[in-house]
């Protein structure tokens, strides 16, 4: 049995077609951005990933659709998205493949319905920026700001590593790195960011997640 089987097993979930669903997310998620995927399926207990998969699906389906396609048709697409998680979030069932996760996580997981609801709220938010960006002066500007403000936030983070559970401190440590090595890059990258995202370079990448994993073992 692979560690995926067993992360399913430890999570509680034995239904055949809601399995199938969480190893279609969790594909899309490998594809998506292989730095986070490497991280939580190195350093979570694998009862915790698929939980993880499915909160970062829900993301990346989410940033697909207001990224991608002709921008007349991404306000239509993103809302009836969003609906369809909303309408699921309300009844607990959803014929949807890619919401169906979602639910279980939330039914095993209560305290992630608040900050799955809070994630859609911003999606108009961020629809309309999308739509109107432009490489300007401006938007520089603003692209600076944001991510100054953003690896402040990151840095200050750190220091609430601590608070969380000791299974999870790995990742939690993990992710804040990776993603000050994804803020380095898109200051290097600036308006590029209007166009397509920016990465963590492999090799500092692949540093943080070994320094983690050897602290990860000796919690287990």
């Not at 993301?59 to 239509?76: F, I, K, Q």
């Amino acid at each position: 049995m692979g560690l995926w089987d067993r992360a399913l097993d430890g999570a509680g979930i034995s239904d055949p077609r809601l399995r199938e669903d969480y190893t279609r997310q969790r594909k899309l998620v490998a594809g998506y951005r292989r730095s986070s995927y490497l991280a939580a399926r190195l350093l979570l207990p694998p009862p915790l990933l698929p939980h993880v998969i499915a909160a970062t699906a829900l993301m990346h389906r989410t940033d697909s659709l207001l990224d991608s396609g002709p921008a007349a048709e991404r306000a239509g697409a993103c809302a009836e998205w969003v609906k369809e998680v909303r309408d699921g979030l309300a009844g607990g069932e959803s014929d949807h493949a890619a919401v169906r996760p979602l639910l279980h996580t939330v039914s095993a997981h209560p305290g992630m319905r608040g900050r799955v609801e809070d994630f859609l709220d911003t999606t108009a938010m961020e629809l309309e920026f999308l739509e109107n960006a432009r490489d300007t002066t401006a938007i520089r500007g603003l692209l600076a700001h944001l991510l100054g403000e953003a690896r402040e936030r990151l840095s200050t983070s750190r220091g609430l590593v601590g608070l969380a559970p000791p299974e999870g401190r790995p990742l939690f440590r993990a992710m804040i790195e990776i993603e000050l090595l994804t803020i380095t890059a898109a200051v290097t990258k600036g308006p590029g960011l209007l166009r397509a995202p920016a990465r963590p370079p492999l090799p500092a990448t692949a540093r943080v997640l070994l320094r983690e994993r050897r602290g990860a073992r000796h919690l287990r």
